[in-house]
């Protein structure tokens, strides 16, 4: 057997060693999720950026925004598997087993999808969003005009632009936490919210 031969041999070997993990694309985020994901982007920068407080075009996106906020919501509800909430709802033990595998700098294999803190950057934003939509309604509105707290204009005004101001905060926490978490699970989740896929690794002990 020439030099070349014993070469190809082990080259053979290496490539069809059962020990090599192997990466795979996985179906991920639905239409939907993706749609009202980069919408609900556009629509906070258009009304924080853009549009003059007050205007019928602030109004009309703040609504639009809080409409598709809600049609997120109940996705989470009746939708595809990953955007459900019974998926990635940070409860006590996903967030422990979760930062468990952070401090000792292992992926979390067990959240395909969102992250438990994710999730609460995700649930915090939707919260903040559908204040801004209630608080925006009450003050274009008399409906509780005879209640002295939410029929007290001003109140309603500070309320509100609390809620907008807390979005400069969020919003950059959040790109902030997406980049890093990229860099860390070296998977490019900015993509995989345009896409819908994500990369899976599997060990060799996953592999037929």
Same mark, same amino acid.
């Given at each position: ?13 290496? =490539?069809? #060693?059962p020990? *090599? /993990?192997?990466?795979r ?5 639905? *239409? ?21 407080? !007050? ?6 996106? %703040?609504?639009?925004?809080? !409409? ?21 709802? /940070?409860? /006590? ?13 292992r ?7 969102? $992250?438990?803190?994710?999730a609460?950057? @995700? ?6 969003? =559908? !204040?801004? !939509?209630?608080?925006?309604? +009450? ?11 939410? %029929? ?12 907008? $101001?807390? +979005?400069? +905060?969020?919003? /950059? ?5 997406? =980049?890093? @978490? ?5 998977? $490019?989740?900015i ?13 060799? #002990?996953? @592999?037929?």
């Amino acid at each position: 057997m020439s030099q070349q031969d014993m070469i190809d041999v082990v080259d053979d070997s290496v =490539i069809n #060693s059962p020990n *090599i /993990p192997e990466t795979r694309q996985v179906k991920v985020w639905d *239409i939907l999720v993706r749609f009202t994901h980069w919408t609900v982007a556009a629509g906070i920068i258009a009304n924080l950026l853009f549009t003059e407080d !007050g205007s019928d075009l602030h109004i009309y996106v %703040g609504y639009t925004v809080v !409409g598709l906020v809600v049609l997120r919501l109940l996705w989470g509800l009746i939708g595809t598997h990953y955007a459900r909430f019974t998926n990635f709802f /940070p409860t /006590p033990t996903r967030l422990k087993h979760h930062l468990s595998d952070i401090s000792a700098r292992r992926a979390d294999e067990q959240h395909l999808g969102h $992250n438990p803190l994710a999730a609460i950057m @995700m649930l915090s934003l939707w919260a903040v969003i =559908i !204040g801004l !939509g209630i608080t925006g309604y +009450l003050m274009e509105t008399d409906f509780f005009s005879h209640i002295q707290l939410l %029929g007290n204009k001003d109140v309603l005004e500070e309320i509100h632009e609390l809620l907008a $101001n807390s +979005l400069y +905060l969020l919003v /950059p926490l959040h790109i902030i936490a997406a =980049i890093a @978490m990229s860099y860390w699970q070296r998977q $490019n989740l900015i993509k995989s919210m345009i896409t819908g896929q994500k990369t899976v690794t599997d060990k060799p #002990s996953d @592999m037929k």
